[in-house]
């Protein structure tokens, strides 16, 4: 009888201590923002090929051992930037995230500090091994990444435009890399630039109350429902504009062009549930607008393949 009350007890304190690790597992991959580190590698890859490398072959590009230092530093600042940037946010993602923050319980913030020196590290480390002003760049991008959640995020308009620029700067060292300097990638940057501005800014309607309780100077929560909108539309008509300079003046074709031309109608979805008052609508608008990001990768992706076959 006791052995059985043993065996019984060994076998809940296994699967406890299971479910405390696997939590913690999760807990730091949510902390870390592991998943839109994949996305932005992705992102980084598709672009780097099919955008900013005109000239190089798959196999030498394959082998450009280089390009795969930068991006493997990039996705190692990505991580140490979400881990920063959750070690400030602790008490405003209580409210925001309750799920993510219960789950990120399980591991003591000293060690996502850790997880964060050694990620920074190892990044710095490698970036000074492929070349000092590829640290530099790093050294750069981690100082700001530091700065954005310890003051800027807090700072009415700055905290917008350093989120959008932090999530642009390695794409922006590629093309630097590549010297890829053409009309159509400036104005595709500009577009990119442009959609990330929107959907940050319609997140922060979403937590206005709480951005306001713990100090964050938003737009939504410094200016009145109707400017906020104002801006939100404008914004979205800018980028409509941008969208369509892009089709008629750089001879863009293929899966692109359709992406750009479809942008349009979704641009013009999104104005109207801008427009409308209720939450749903904010939630859905970002929704739509963090797809056609992905799309867009997608669609460069498959634009990319056409034009190399």
Known sequence: MNSEKETFQQRNYIQKSFFYRFSQFVGFLLGARFFVAILLTFA???STFFLFNQDETFRKFVFDFK???IIFCTVLTILAGGIINQFYDFEKDHIVK?????????IKQKYFLY???FLSAVSLGVAWMISHRVFVFFLVYQFFMWLYSHKLSRLLILNNLTFVSLTLYPFFGMMVYYETFSKKVLL???FLFLILLCIDIVKDTLTKSVDKAFGYTTVPNYFSNRTTKAIIVSLLVITMAVSMKIIMRTGISGFMAYYFTGGLFVLILCIYLILNHSRKSKFLTLNILRFWVFAGIIAMLLNGIEGKL
């Open 115 to 117: 997880a964060y020196l």
């Open 44 to 46: 980084l890859y598709v």
């Open 67 to 69: 390009v795969h230092g």
């Open 98 to 106: 309750p799920f993510r923050t219960r789950i990120q319980s399980f």
């Open 188 to 190: 595709m940057a500009v």
